[in-house]
């Protein structure tokens, strides 16, 4: 059975940096696309960004850009999450995700796994 564990969630003011973690396990790891997404109170839950299997392709939302940095380390079966420069937009529950294939997609409906998300708060 896959399992996906986000940490890394807490509560940090605007301007700061915060790093999330998703660990896996039940499957082979490498092998997967993984994604981050984000839901914020009372919107639907949208795309943050994406990895490949190896890495070597990233997506990112318009909107985080520039300021996130996704990463995997496929030894440890993790995929981290960097966000810089924080806006109180980024508060809401994030969700990582794997996707069966080796590339990552923007649609939600695109992966099939999910872990039980982490909260973030950004305060002004």
């Known amino acids: 059975q896959v399992q996906l564990v986000e940490s890394g969630g807490g509560l940090v003011q605007a301007g700061a940096s915060l790093r999330l973690s998703c660990a896996t396990s039940?499957?082979?790891?490498?092998?997967?696309?993984m994604g981050w997404f984000r839901q914020a109170p009372g919107k639907e839950r949208e795309f943050v960004a994406g990895?490949?299997?190896?890495?070597?392709?990233?997506l990112y939302a318009d909107s985080v850009k520039d300021r996130f940095t996704i990463s995997r380390d496929n030894a440890k079966n993790t995929v981290s999450l960097l966000k810089n420069s924080l806006k109180t937009g980024g508060t809401g529950g994030y969700y990582c995700?794997?996707?069966?294939?080796?590339?990552?997609?923007?649609?939600?409906?695109?992966?099939?796994?999910w872990g039980q998300g982490t909260q973030v708060t950004v305060s002004s």
């Open positions: 995700a794997i996707r069966n294939n080796i590339i990552p997609r923007i649609r939600e409906d695109s992966y099939d796994h």
């Open positions: 990895i490949s299997r190896n890495g070597g392709t990233t």
């Open positions: 039940g499957r082979s790891f490498s092998i997967y696309a």
